[in-house]
């Protein structure tokens, strides 16, 4: 089993910046891509970022140029710093980690973007 753990949401003004933060725990070891989804109220969760365990990442088309997720492999931990935050980014951020073809989840951090 991996747990994962998100932290760094909160409230900010449309054009700021925050850095999302996730640290997976338990089985780690062979996990492959970790990333970040989100869901806004009324719509399906969607990919933000991926990012595999060399280092090959993937964007949504709607947060290319403006988000930049990482991977810190010896802590197990992968990162989303956000900027030029836009009202259409608010939703509940989830960590994601694959690993034997299986999904693991955590359990959100709410962002809120004001404009």
């Known amino acids: 089993q991996v747990q994962l753990v998100e932290s760094g949401g909160g409230l900010v003004q449309a054009g700021g910046s925050l850095r999302l933060s996730c640290a997976a725990s338990?089985?780690?070891?062979?996990?492959?891509?970790m990333g970040w989804y989100r869901q806004a109220p009324g719509k399906q969760r969607e990919l933000v970022a991926t990012i595999t365990s060399g280092g090959s990442t993937n964007y949504a088309d709607s947060v290319k140029g403006r988000f930049t997720i990482s991977r810190e492999n010896a802590q197990n931990t992968v990162y989303l710093q956000m900027n030029s935050l836009k009202p259409e980014d608010t939703a509940v951020y989830y960590c994601n980690a694959k690993r034997v073809n299986m999904d693991y989840w955590g359990k959100g951090t709410l962002v809120t973007v004001s404009s």
């Open positions: 338990g089985s780690t070891f062979s996990i492959a891509t």
